[in-house]
Structures are given as structure tokens and as C-alpha cells.
């Protein structure tokens, strides 16, 4: 029995930009290498399985994708290429292969603005967003992300939030509503890039920033002052919150 290109992961087909045809089998593989940072959208029946997988091992995990109507689409990098995986092919078919340019909001490099209150609504859609924030004034920067924490099995995405604070990287924890919230140091000036990935669709979701002034001992510019005598004594710490 010969094995024909295309029936496994290492020996895949090269897919072209447009419509590119596809043979009845229980799994076919495919190759394309990125032209430009964006999205890979892969059109075809909505019967057909598709993923990309990041491996050939089923340990090795897929890339995070998202369905829209008759299309799969995955975020992509210039210059990398990626197997695209497809499965229970009933007959012989096409596929459309396309790229599209981030839009506002789908890259760091193009947030939507966090306006002069802090707010910002998050899209009503799965998918990953950014948002940007300049900080006004030296202090802790709290921030509130109503966005429920849950995990989606047919895309492997889960909730997710991230601060970015002058190239710094924080993830935002999770409370126990299922709400994500956190403090973090923030100078005048600072510029901060809010990262939010949901796995589906959540209505009346928002970010709530705002900065006030530091504690004491929440900054080593402003450290608690312990006075004593010298001799042995017990001191308590207040509770300070800043994941």
C-alpha cells in the first residue's frame, strides 16, 4: 500500500491562496506558509473537520481557531508555516484559502483606546481583542474585567486576561464569580495594552480602569515606616492585595 501525499502530517500538500481542490478521504494535510502577520481562513463544507495542528504526535496540540459561518481562521506570523488538517472528507471538494489584515483591535499594534474614563466595551464575539490605556498619573492602576472565566473544547481557548505595562507582561487572575481583577504599579505616562481572549460569545462585557494613589508599602518609593525602641516587639502587616 502506498501512502499518497497528503494522507499524513509530515508529507503534506501546498495549499495556494484561493480555491485549492480536495480529495474524499478520512483525513487530508495541507501546508501554507504566511505571507504577513494576520489571519489564515479556510472556507470549505461545514461537515468537514478542520484544525491545525501543531504536531504530528496527538500530544502535540493545535493551534487556538475560530469558526465563523463556513470558515475556520487562525492568527499567523509572517514566514511561518502551518499544516492544516483536514478530516472526514465525504467526497471530493474545494476549499477557498485566504488572508485577511488585522483589524482595530485584533493586534497590540492597533488596540481599541480605553477612553479617559478607563472604560472600554469588550466585542460581543469570541476571539482575542486588545485595548490600550495611558496612565495620567504616578500610582496603582486597578482593573476590572467582567468577562467570565470558562474553556471552549471545540476551539481549546479559554478566558483569558493580560496586562502589558511599558513591555512587561501580567496575566490577571481570576476571582471567584469567575471575574477578572488585579492591581499593578503604573507610572505617569505608562502605557499599558490589555489583552482579552473569549473562547465564545459574551454579552454586556467591559474593562473598568482606573489609578489611585500607592500605600504605604505597596512601592519601595513609599515604604511602611516601623518606629521602635529596640527592643523585640511583634508588628503586623496590613493586607495588601496586588497580583
Do not use: C
Not at 54 to 74: D, F, L, M, N
Not at 82 to 110: C, M, W
Not at 194 to 221: F, H
Amino acid at each position: 500500500y502506498q501512502i499518497e501525499k497528503g494522507q499524513i502530517y509530515d508529507d503534506p500538500i501546498q495549499a495556494d491562496l484561493g480555491e485549492n481542490t480536495l480529495k474524499q478521504n478520512k483525513e487530508v494535510y495541507y501546508s501554507y506558509t504566511a505571507s504577513k502577520n494576520g489571519w489564515l481562513l479556510v472556507d470549505t463544507d461545514p461537515d468537514i473537520e478542520v484544525s491545525f495542528p501543531r504536531g504530528s504526535s496527538q500530544w502535540s496540540g493545535e493551534h487556538a481557531s475560530t469558526q465563523i459561518g463556513t470558515i475556520r481562521k487562525i492568527e499567523v506570523e509572517a514566514e511561518m508555516e502551518y499544516i492544516i488538517k483536514f478530516a472526514n472528507v465525504p467526497e471530493n471538494t474545494t476549499f477557498e484559502l485566504s488572508e485577511a489584515d488585522y483589524q482595530q483591535g485584533e493586534s497590540a499594534d492597533n488596540p481599541f483606546m480605553i477612553d479617559e474614563n478607563g472604560v472600554a466595551n469588550i466585542p460581543a464575539a469570541a476571539g482575542k481583542s486588545y485595548y490600550k490605556y495611558v496612565a495620567t498619573k504616578d500610582g496603582m492602576m486597578e482593573i476590572n474585567v467582567n468577562a467570565l472565566s470558562e474553556y471552549n473544547y471545540a476551539s481549546g481557548q479559554s478566558t483569558q486576561v493580560s496586562v502589558t505595562i511599558d513591555g512587561s507582561r501580567n496575566n490577571v487572575g481570576s476571582n471567584n464569580d469567575g471575574t477578572y481583577s488585579g492591581t499593578y504599579p503604573v507610572k505617569n505616562g505608562s502605557e499599558v495594552i490589555v489583552m482579552v481572549v473569549l473562547p465564545s460569545a459574551q454579552e454586556d462585557k467591559t474593562i473598568n480602569i482606573s489609578v489611585r494613589d500607592l500605600l504605604p508599602g505597596e512601592s519601595s518609593s513609599l515604604p511602611i515606616v516601623i518606629e521602635h525602641n529596640g527592643e523585640e516587639f511583634e508588628y503586623l502587616f496590613p493586607e495588601i492585595r496586588n497580583r
